[in-house]
C-alpha cells in the first residue's frame, strides 16, 4: 500500500465535478484540471486544484493531438497515475490519452460502450441484455428490414450526444428515409434507429469497485430527459421504494449491463424503460459518470452517499493499493424538480417545508431537492412545486440550451 502523493489529470468539459476535485485532493494528491477556455470564468474549487489547463472549444471541438501533447509536456516534469473523464464528452478524450500515454484505465474500445449508443446496444445484445429493437444506418437493406420487421413509431438518435437533444420521433418508413436523406451521407453514419417504447424511464446510479457494484440506487424520471428536451418543462425524479419489484429487477439487469461493458472502476449512470406493453425492464444507456441535473445531490439526500466524493476515493485508493470501503448507507427517499427559469436568480424562498435540502444554485434555473423518510411525501412534494414553478417560473429554451440541465 502506498501512501505517498499521486497526480491526476482530470478532464472536463462543463463546470461540474468540484466535489470530486475536493475529495481527491483532500486524499493528498496533486490535482491537474483540463477544461475549456470558455469556462476559465467558473468557480471551480480553485484551492483544491494544483493547476488548471485551458483548452479552446468545447464537448467534440477540442483537438486532441493538441491535448496530447500539453498533457506530454506535463509528464516531462510530473509522473502521472491516473486520467478520469468528469463527464461524457470527456470519455474518449481520457481513453485517446491513456492510450497513447500508457496510463492504466479504460481504454477507446470499453470507453465506445459508454458514450456511443450504437456500441451499448450491439454488446447489451451479445450480451442478453433486453433492449429495444435497433438499427444502424450504414446498409440501406438493414434499414429496410428493420422498418418492415419493427413496428413504429421508431426514434433516430445521435450516437454520441450527451443528453436527449438530437433525438427525433418518426411514424413511418417513408418519414425514416427522409430523415435519413435530410440528415446527409456522412451524419446518417452518426445516428441510429430504434423502436419507440412507451413506458416509465428509470435510472441506476452506482459506484463500482473492481468490477463489481458496490452500491446503486435506483429512482424514476416523473418527466423524462425526452420530454424535456422535445418541449421544455419541468424536469423531476425521485428514488423509487427500496427492495420493491422494479428496483430488485432493475438493479440486477443494471449489474449485467456494467459486467458486460467492462466497467471496474468509479460512478456510473444507467438509465431503463419499463414498457407500457409487456412490463418488462429494457435498457436504454449508460454511462462511466455521476448522472447531471443535480442528481448526485438527490442520490446523496436519500442514502448518504456522495457520489462524487467516493468516486474520488476509489481512485485514490486504485492509485495507492488501497481498499476501498462504502460509507455506511441510508435508505431514505429524495426528489427534485428543476426547470429552466425566466429569472437570472429566482426567489424560491416561499418553497420553505421542512423537507427542502438543497437548492439548485445555477443561473437561470429553478430548482428544488427534497428528502423524507416517505415516499408518498416526496411525490406530493414534486408535484406541488412542479405545478408552482410552471406558473411564476418556467420557461423553455431552444433545443440545444436545453443542454444546460446536464
Known amino acids: 500500500m502506498e501512501n505517498v502523493t499521486k497526480n491526476f489529470i482530470c478532464i472536463s468539459n462543463y463546470f461540474k465535478g468540484n466535489d470530486f476535485l475536493i475529495n481527491l485532493k483532500k486524499q493528498g494528491n496533486r490535482v491537474y484540471l483540463i477544461t475549456s477556455e470558455k469556462l476559465r470564468d467558473k468557480p471551480w474549487a480553485f484551492d483544491y486544484i494544483d493547476e488548471i489547463f485551458f483548452m479552446p472549444g468545447q464537448d467534440v471541438d477540442w483537438n486532441l493531438e493538441e491535448l496530447l501533447a500539453g498533457v506530454g509536456n506535463l509528464m516531462r516534469h510530473k509522473k502521472i497515475d491516473a486520467i478520469v473523464a468528469l463527464d461524457d464528452f470527456d470519455v474518449e478524450k481520457a481513453a485517446y490519452l491513456r492510450e497513447n500515454l500508457r496510463i492504466d484505465g479504460m481504454g477507446q474500445t470499453t470507453g465506445r460502450y459508454f458514450r456511443d449508443k450504437l456500441a451499448m446496444r450491439m454488446k447489451a445484445k451479445d450480451a442478453g441484455v433486453p433492449i429495444p429493437a435497433f438499427s444502424s444506418l450504414f446498409n440501406d437493406e438493414e434499414i429496410n428490414q428493420f422498418a418492415d420487421t419493427v413496428s413504429p413509431p421508431w426514434v433516430l438518435k445521435p450516437r454520441s450526444e450527451a443528453s436527449a437533444s438530437g433525438i427525433m420521433k418518426v411514424h413511418s418508413k417513408e418519414e425514416l ?33 473492481k468490477g463489481k457494484t458496490v452500491f446503486s440506487i435506483t429512482s424514476q424520471y416523473l418527466a423524462t430527459p425526452m420530454e424535456i428536451s422535445q418541449g421544455g418543462g419541468i424536469f423531476r425524479s425521485a428514488n423509487i421504494p427500496y427492495d420493491s419489484k422494479d428496483d430488485k429487477e432493475i438493479r440486477k439487469v443494471n449489474e449485467q449491463v456494467l459486467k ?39 442520490v446523496d439526500a436519500a442514502s448518504g452517499v456522495n457520489l462524487w466524493g467516493e468516486w474520488a476515493k476509489i481512485e485514490d485508493c486504485l492509485a495507492k493499493g488501497k481498499d476501498y470501503k462504502l460509507p455506511t448507507i441510508k435508505k431514505e427517499f429524495a426528489g ?71
Open 177 to 209: 428515409w427522409q430523415k435519413i436523406h435530410d440528415l446527409g451521407d456522412t451524419n446518417r453514419l452518426k445516428y441510429l434507429v430504434e423502436q419507440f417504447k412507451p413506458g416509465a424511464v428509470y435510472h441506476c446510479d452506482g459506484l463500482n469497485w
Open 260 to 298: 458486460a461493458f467492462g466497467m471496474m472502476h468509479g460512478a456510473n449512470h444507467t438509465e431503463f424503460i419499463k414498457c407500457n406493453d409487456d412490463g418488462k425492464i429494457y435498457f436504454l444507456e449508460t454511462a462511466s459518470r455521476v448522472g447531471g441535473a443535480h442528481l448526485a445531490e438527490m
Open 336 to 406: 427534485i424538480v428543476l426547470t429552466l427559469s425566466k429569472f437570472e436568480h429566482p426567489d424560491l424562498s416561499g418553497f420553505d417545508d421542512a423537507e427542502v435540502c438543497f437548492r439548485v444554485p445555477l443561473d437561470y434555473h429553478a430548482g428544488l431537492i427534497v428528502k423524507s423518510d416517505n415516499n408518498a411525501r416526496i411525490l406530493e412534494l414534486l408535484d406541488n412545486y412542479a405545478a408552482r414553478l410552471i406558473k411564476d417560473f418556467a420557461t423553455v429554451a431552444q433545443q440545444e440550451a436545453v443542454k444546460k440541465l446536464h
